[in-house]
Every structure is written in C-alpha cells, then in structure tokens.
Nanobody, 124 residues
Framework: QVQLVESGGGLVQAGGSLRLSCAAS????????MGWFRQAPGKEREFVTT?????????YYADSVKGRFTISRDNAKNTGYLQMSSLKPEDTAVYYC????????????????WGQGTQVTVSS
C-alpha cells in the first residue's frame, strides 16, 4: 500500500503559479503510476494529469490544463509534483493526488490510493 499527502496549495492571483507536492509513504513508490485530479465546488472530481512509474515523457494531460500544468516525480524522494502556471479562476478546486500500481489511468475508479486534497484558489 501507499499513503499520500498533498501540500503546496493556497491562494494565488490569476496568471500566477503554484507547485503542489504529493509525498508518498510505503514501499516501492516507483511501482505506482501517479495522477492528479481536482474537484471544484458543486462539480464532480475530474482528471487533470497522470505520469508513469518512471516519469519521463510518459505523461498525459486534460485539455483544460495542457501547456500550463506540468506533472513530474522524484522516485528517490518518494514525491510527485504538479507545477501549475498561468492559473485561471476556473482552476480553483481541491486538488488530489492518487496512485495505482503499474500503468497510468484517467478515471477516478482506477486509482485505489488517494491523498486528502489541498485547496487551490485563484482570484481574478
């Protein structure tokens, strides 16, 4: 199993940047693909991005964040990251990291492990 804890959320003005971190505990972090999801008030949780176990070029993004967000990971530190730039008010949400064994995935139900979430608020 793996336990996940997000950090780095906060309040930022539109056009600004934030970097979220997802610290993982447990064994064999490098065996897990990671994903980031978000949930805005009154809306369903949605996919943001995912990265393969080894990282590198195997990443996927929702169209709404492509070119603005970058996912990465440092397996030596058991930590994943979400660098968010050119933030918009519509990016306001609770951001969750998630993990699953082996391959990347794009839907909530495919991730058995979740963090508690971190709030990101973008003011206009």
């Amino acid at each position: 199993q793996v336990q996940l804890v997000e950090s780095g959320g906060g309040l930022v003005q539109a056009g600004g940047s934030l970097r979220l971190s997802c610290a993982a505990s447990g064994r064999a972090f490098s065996s897990y693909a990671m994903g980031w999801f978000r949930q805005a008030p009154g809306k369903e949780r949605e996919f943001v991005t995912t990265i393969s176990r080894s990282g590198g070029s195997t990443t996927y993004y929702a169209d709404s964040v492509k070119g603005r967000f970058t996912i990465s990971r440092d397996n030596a530190k058991n930590t994943g990251y979400l660098q968010m730039s050119s933030l918009k008010p519509e990016d306001t949400a609770v951001y969750y990291c998630a993990a699953r064994k082996y391959n990347t995935a794009f839907t909530i139900g495919e991730y058995p492990y979740w963090g508690q979430g971190t709030q990101v608020t973008v003011s206009s």
